[in-house]
């Protein structure tokens, strides 16, 4: 099961127990915020909202702030002794999505974990590569 949220002027695809980096909210570290924004909830039966999902939220918990990476505005107008520079960080959250509440009650969705095995997989399969190589044809020769 999935959704699709909307915070801070930007969409967001979570699943339970995932980590994101999104702008500022308002909460302090620790404390749980409802996301109320829920455009569409996933799953065998999708929801899709229009324009929200209506009695759909997701509940998420404030990990940390931080500031996002340097942002460096540099305009220089050449042979005309003008420049300007400016540059910002962005205030970051990241939460981490809990739960969901659904307005309509739908089958829990079975969730696999199908990424890290499949990393694992193509890990082994490239040792595997490496250590089966055939020597060149030149080396054959001598």
Known sequence: MFAVIKTGGRQYRVVPDDVLEIGKIAGDVGTIVQLGEVLVLGGDTPLLGTPTVAGASVAAE???HKRGPRVIAFKKRRRKNSRRKRGYRDELDAPKAVKKKA?????????????????????????KKTATKKPSAKSDKK
């Open 62 to 64: 404030v990990l940390q």
């Open 103 to 127: 307005a309509a009650k739908r089958p829990a969705a079975k969730t696999a974990a199908a990424k890290p095995r499949a990393k694992a997989e193509t890990a082994k399969a490239a040792a």
